[in-house]
């Protein structure tokens, strides 16, 4: 509800207080932040040659998401690269967040897939891992060199930061940002490092056990680790080892940067979890009744540096078994968070409109001019 009312705009959601921006983007605020109700999403367009197949049906609603503050989107992608011609093969694409800029990121490698990008805290940067063509659905290395890149936003300055790297075991996440110049990623022998991105060194922070054991990502707070089926197990940083916790269910869990949230993919096709890490109190974030009648089938959770967005992936039938992770038409989302709680708070608002697999997105905005505030409008 918005009411006016001698100048002043009160604005409540389901009894949560809403962020407040400036009164210029207030309206189209709005909009974009209207719940998708059960009732309304019986009423809305269906999937599937209709209105909500067109970018031009979404695009109020991503430039009113933009409007909160300036930010982008990456994703894998196997839609054509730009020169390479290379169908079927992973390439990292970006948009702005209203929707605009749609490009390839990475410049094309040939008999390359790119995948794992992730945004550098500040928005600048993106690392993403690059395997060899024949590496298949589980991006195996088959005994090659595996470089860690770094890109800038507009595409410039791609080089390697790291000669060889790794996903951790399973799925496409292979660094935590610790800070604009200090990251951790997995090296190729699945020992976990802390990289000086100043310095260019790398101190050891993970073990490998054994060769089969996993190999792990931690949270910023070096409190927690994670890999791709074990979620939230316990990282002591002095003897460089994880204490395996119980199996949750699911896969794909990753870290907030506040240190506080941990979040995962809690089934297939969902719902997306939170674990808050001090208690392992565990709720839903958002499930497939929060989406559009015929993409409901949510994957691939990523939850931008200041918690205000999740971006996701969403499909309406899965092709090639399990989650269809390489085959099926997944289409990228992103929808507003309250930064606290990480309960959604708006309409999920899609980006991507080719029927190839669009997967594993990260997103990033910046902090508004005036910040986000809830209640009353000053």
């Known amino acids: ?62 430039e009113a998401l933009a409007g909160i503050g300036d930010g982008y989107i990456v994703w894998e992608s196997r ?45 600048t940067r993106v690392v993403y891992l690059s395997f060899p063509a024949q590496s298949g659905e589980h991006m195996d290395a088959r005994g090659q060199a595996v470089p860690l890149h770094m890109v800038n936003r507009d595409g410039s300055a791609d080089r390697i930061i790291v000669a060889d790297a790794r996903q951790y075991s399973g799925w496409d996440r292979a660094v935590t940002w610790f800070s604009d110049s200090e990251l951790a990623y997995i090296g190729g022998d699945g020992n976990t490092y802390q990289l000086n991105l100043t310095t260019g060194e790398s101190q050891l922070m993970i073990r490998k056990m054994h060769p089969d054991s996993p190999s792990w990502l931690p949270n910023i707070t070096r409190t927690h680790a994670a890999w791709s089926f074990n979620t939230f197990s316990l990282y002591d940083a002095g003897t460089q ?23 995962w993919e809690g089934g297939i ?18 499930d497939g009744d929060m989406m559009p009648p015929e993409r409901r089938f949510v994957y691939f959770p990523m939850i931008s540096d200041r918690n205000r967005l999740l971006a996701f992936a969403a499909t309406d039938r899965v092709v090639g078994g399990y989650g269809g992770y390489v085959e099926s038409d997944y289409e990228i989302y992103v929808a507003p968070l309250d930064a606290t709680t990480l309960d959604v708070i708006g309409k999920p608002v899609r980006y991507t409109f080719d029927p190839r697999c669009d997967r594993f997105p990260d997103v990033w905005q910046a902090e508004p001019a005036l910040g986000f505030h809830s209640g009353k409008v000053p």
């Open 1 to 62: 509800l918005a009411e006016k009312d001698s100048g002043r705009v009160l604005i409540n959601h389901r009894n949560r207080a809403l962020p407040v921006v400036g009164t210029g983007a207030l309206s189209a605020f709005l909009l974009g932040l209207a719940p998708l109700s059960s009732a309304a999403a019986q009423s809305a367009p269906r999937a599937g040659g209709t209105d909500m197949d067109s970018p031009a049906y979404w695009k109020s609603h991503q």
């Open 79 to 123: 839609r054509l690269a730009g020169t390479g011609g290379r169908a079927g093969e992973w390439s990292i694409w970006t948009a702005n967040l209203d929707g605009s800029g749609l490009r390839q990121l990475a410049p094309d490698e040939p008999e390359r897939n790119q995948t794992s990008p992730h945004i550098s805290p500040d928005g």
């Open 241 to 263: 080892t994880v204490a395996e916790m119980p199996h949750l269910g699911g896969c794909q869990p990753y870290f907030c940067q506040d240190g506080v949230w941990g979040f």
């Open 269 to 286: 096709g969902g719902p997306i979890n939170k674990m808050h890490l001090a208690t392992r109190a565990i709720s839903p974030i958002l």
